[in-house]
């Protein structure tokens, strides 16, 4: 039931399948979109149509990350697991110089502090990051993934 809430009877679930189980991790979120997960075990999410990302913690406790956001999409960790990055799509397959706000983002997990690393493409979907810190996503309109480097 994508963009419907739980309390409006939205049946949206975040699940884990582990060792032939099962897991939630939550329910009810209006649409949660990808995932990601560190090496502590807690599990990151972007909810598209909430424009936010939520986390869940080994213990159980779900928590906000990031809010205001702009359709956040893909979203991924880097290997220290303290980089945060996702693509925000508002307007898909619109590129920037035609007015597109589509962007790619980090957050500093320590700082949390926020910063817009690429802005332009017509629409970034997924995101991975590569062991040396290099960042790639696909560009679903574009046809291509792009390479980029954080400093």
Known sequence: TPGIGGGAGGTNSVDV????SIFNLTRGEPEPTDIVV????????????????????RLGVVSLVASNLLSPTGIALNDRC???FW????????????GGQNNVKVMNLQTMVTT?????????TDIAVARDGTI??????AG????ARHN
């Open 82 to 84: 303290d980089r945060l």
């Open 87 to 98: 693509t925000e799509v508002p307007t898909p397959g619109i590129p920037g110089s035609m």
């Open 136 to 141: 790639y996503w696909t560009c679903t309109s």
């Open 17 to 20: 399948f582990t060792n032939g």
């Open 38 to 57: 560190d090496n502590e075990g807690t599990a990151y999410w972007t909810c598209k149509s909430a424009g936010v990302i939520l986390q869940r913690t």
């Open 116 to 124: 817009v690393i690429h802005a332009g493409d017509p629409e970034p």
């Open 144 to 147: 291509v993934i792009v390479e």
